[in-house]
């Protein structure tokens, strides 16, 4: 079983930046893809971003396509979500998910392990 824990989230203005770290524990990191997803109050959880085992591929929502960045170092087992050019509608908590995987995917439930999230607020 793995353990992932997130940080980094806070309040930010619109327009300003965030960098959110999931590290993790428990499974062979460098083996496995890894996402990241949110949910806002009231909506269902809603797929950001992924990255593959060996950071070569990556995929996003289109909403937050030329804004955010995913990476990862497996050295640190730890995965990174860099978020520039932040809206208000970027509000949710935020979380970092793996499954028995190597390729990305936006599928829920392709993920097995997730954190426990970490809130981001973006006030306009």
């Known amino acids: 079983q793995v353990q992932l824990v997130e940080s980094g989230g806070g309040l930010v203005q619109a327009g300003g930046s965030l960098r959110l770290s999931c590290t993790a524990s428990?499974?062979?990191?460098?083996?496995?893809?890894m996402g990241w997803f949110r949910q806002a109050p009231g909506k269902e959880r809603e797929f950001v971003a992924a990255i593959s085992w060996h950071g070569g591929s990556t995929d996003y929502a289109d909403s937050v396509k030329g804004r955010f960045t995913i990476s990862r170092d497996n050295a640190k087992n730890t995965v990174y979500l860099q978020m520039n050019g932040l809206k208000p509608e970027d509000t949710a908590v935020y979380y970092c998910?793996?499954?028995?995987?190597?390729?990305?995917?936006?599928?829920?439930?392709?993920?097995?392990?997730w954190g426990q999230g970490t809130q981001v607020t973006v006030s306009s």
């Open positions: 428990g499974r062979t990191f460098s083996s496995y893809a």
């Open positions: 998910a793996t499954g028995r995987i190597s390729w990305v995917t936006e599928l829920e439930h392709e993920y097995d392990s």
